[in-house]
């Protein structure tokens, strides 16, 4: 649970709580004390000693960050602690952007989906992408009482079937349900929460329809001038059938998932076709969900040169159930089958604002962006880590969220 409250072993000071503790001589006996000099306080909060990792800008060192209205004020080494008005100390930890989810469903109270102050602000996820979570029918609702609401940032991918997920099958048997127009002009409306089309590729979902529904979301997209985000695991048409009909930038997910018609071949080679969509700047993001991530998979693919540019959970409540538990746990997931931290942590920082246009000035921590910024314990011993086949893979290293500042706000996390 996220809490205000300070750590129990005061990982929280005030600047003169800690001055305090690590202050000088004491005063000789009778002399009159100095006077008291007040403080500059330039800063609403400084986060000390921390080892910062933020691949965006090559940084993984020992630095201070410090945050004054919402933004980050300040990167650097030794800021004195004066000159802050809470001090956070962050020796022995891992200080990077605040994650971003590529890929969650949090209409909360819909469907399957979560909750994303709880399983993502709340476990070092500042930013989170729905994907299609709503259609053009109800992403007013979900704007209305989720997106405005939430601590977490959310951006939203609108669903090609008008209604969003809550049919999971069958989303888009109907023509009617399947309305470009009306989806750009939902894109349009809720601007700049609205950052592109999704689409499910999946046999119980479209079947034979896959293709035409596809160019729907295509034609949806062009209109807007935003990327489609192609759900596919187990569909109908051959991959290269779809991919083929991807532009720069539209967006691959459950990249690494094992049913019918996926990214290997027989022989364990990466399909010719997913080569050539990497390479005309098709994205893949990885989004494990509660049926999509195989670890021989991605571990395929990785060893032929095929990495995913964002790591993601497809967070829903299904997924929480099945060991997927939070977007650290998944970057912990990718570390273990020997993606390196840097590269893990650039996936959920980084990548995502590349590929998205997000509005805020999120994904590094520099002067002038949101002082969005996540705080990790990374535990060594041995983790096991499964994928939606029931394989395990054993991981020497766990992220663990102890801290985060959203917009600037410091929460702390007792887990
Ligand atoms: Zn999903």
Redesign the pocket.
Known sequence: MLTRRAFSQGLVASGTALLAQTGGKPLPAGSAPPPQKAPDQRYDLLIQGGTVVDPGQGLHTLLDVAVKDGKIAAIAANIPADRAATVVSAKDKIVTPGFIDS???CYDGVARCTNADHYCLGRGVTTVVD???AGSENIANFYKYIIRTSATRIYAFVDIGVLG?ISLDHSYDNPAWVNPKAVAQAIETYRPATIGV?V?MTESVVAEKDIDTLKKAIEAAEIAQVPVMV?INGPHSPLPDLLKLLRKGDIY??CFAGRKNFIVDAAGTVLPAALEARDRGIFFDT?Q?QA?FSFDVAEKCMKQNLMPDTIST?L?NLAVQRRIYDLPTMVSKMMAIGVDLDKAIAMVTINPTRMYNFDAKIGALKTGYEADISIFELREGNFDYEDTEGKKRTGHQRLVNKAVVSRGELLINEV
Do not use: N
């Open positions: 890929h969650v469903h994907a299609g979570s997920v999704k499910r759900h997910t459950h989004a969900g999509h497809d829903s």
